[in-house]
């Protein structure tokens, strides 16, 4: 790869949720995605990188159990109802979670190191040609994602990884100019 090929690579990618909910993605792509956030740098070699993959019926379980988390919550009924059916709207949802450190500085650590590894994800889910968009958590369903997907209480819940087939493309939203200091 070129460092321009490299460059459209990055520049393309768009967090889309226009997905083909009906159209499988082959589970090769889904492993390959996956592994991609593992090669993420991570502080002293912690590996914080917790993934769990949810397809089929079990889409609606992690909707479940983040809206009767919600309720307890006290969020608004008609969020708590359109949590239930969110991740129907693709075939993959990939539940991305940093481990706990053993210091508050190496938890914190774990959470940029994970975040470096959905980026990993997003771009390797850009070169297929897929669709994807990291949704964040609902406040106070930490502990019963966590419990659903076989991961630790103390793991901290960074991301929910929509993946399918695109329907449409979307447009890339303006970038403000980056705050660079050069120093010389
Ligand atoms: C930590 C994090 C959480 C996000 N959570 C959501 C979310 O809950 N819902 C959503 O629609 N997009 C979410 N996004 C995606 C952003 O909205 C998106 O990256 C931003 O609009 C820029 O668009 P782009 O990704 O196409 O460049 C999240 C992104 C990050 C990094």
Same mark, same amino acid.
């Given at each position: 790869?070129?460092?321009?090929?490299?460059?459209? &690579?990055?520049?393309?990618?768009?967090?889309?949720?226009?997905?083909? $909910?009906?159209?499988?993605?082959?589970? /090769?792509?889904?492993?390959?995605?996956?592994?991609?956030?593992?090669?993420?740098?991570?502080?002293?070699?912690?590996?914080? &990188?917790?993934?769990?993959?949810?397809?089929?019926?079990?889409?609606?379980?992690? *909707?479940?159990?983040?809206?009767? $988390?919600?309720?307890?919550?006290?969020?608004?009924?008609?969020?708590?109802?359109?949590?239930?059916?969110?991740?129907?709207?693709?075939?993959?949802?990939?539940?991305?979670?940093?481990? /706990? *450190?053993?210091?508050?500085?190496?938890?914190?650590?774990?959470?940029?190191?994970?975040?470096?590894?959905?980026?990993?994800?997003?771009?390797?889910?850009?070169?297929?040609?897929?669709? $994807?968009?990291?949704?964040?958590?609902?406040?106070?369903?930490?502990?019963?994602?966590?419990? &659903?997907?076989?991961?630790?209480?103390?793991?901290?819940?960074?991301?929910?990884?929509?993946?399918?087939?695109?329907?449409?493309?979307?447009?890339?939203?303006?970038?403000?100019?980056?705050?660079?200091?050069? &120093?010389?």
């Amino acid at each position: 790869m070129t460092p321009d090929e490299l460059e459209n &690579l990055i520049t393309a990618r768009r967090s889309n949720l226009l997905i083909d $909910a009906s159209r499988e993605v082959d589970p /090769e792509l889904v492993d390959r995605i996956v592994n991609t956030a593992q090669w993420a740098p991570n502080h002293k070699r912690t590996w914080p &990188l917790r993934v769990a993959v949810i397809s089929g019926d079990s889409r609606r379980a992690l *909707g479940d159990t983040i809206a009767d $988390a919600m309720a307890v919550h006290g969020d608004d009924e008609m969020k708590v109802t359109k949590t239930r059916g969110k991740f129907m709207r693709a075939p993959i949802i990939i539940v991305v979670a940093a481990a /706990e *450190g053993t210091t508050t500085n190496e938890t914190e650590e774990n959470k940029y190191a994970v975040a470096a590894g959905v980026q990993n994800m997003l771009l390797m889910t850009e070169s297929f040609g897929l669709a $994807a968009l990291w949704g964040s958590p609902a406040k106070g369903a930490n502990n019963a994602i966590t419990a &659903l997907c076989s991961m630790n209480r103390t793991d901290h819940v960074i991301g929910i990884i929509y993946v399918g087939w695109p329907t449409q493309s979307v447009a890339a939203p303006q970038r403000p100019d980056i705050e660079v200091s050069r &120093l010389s």
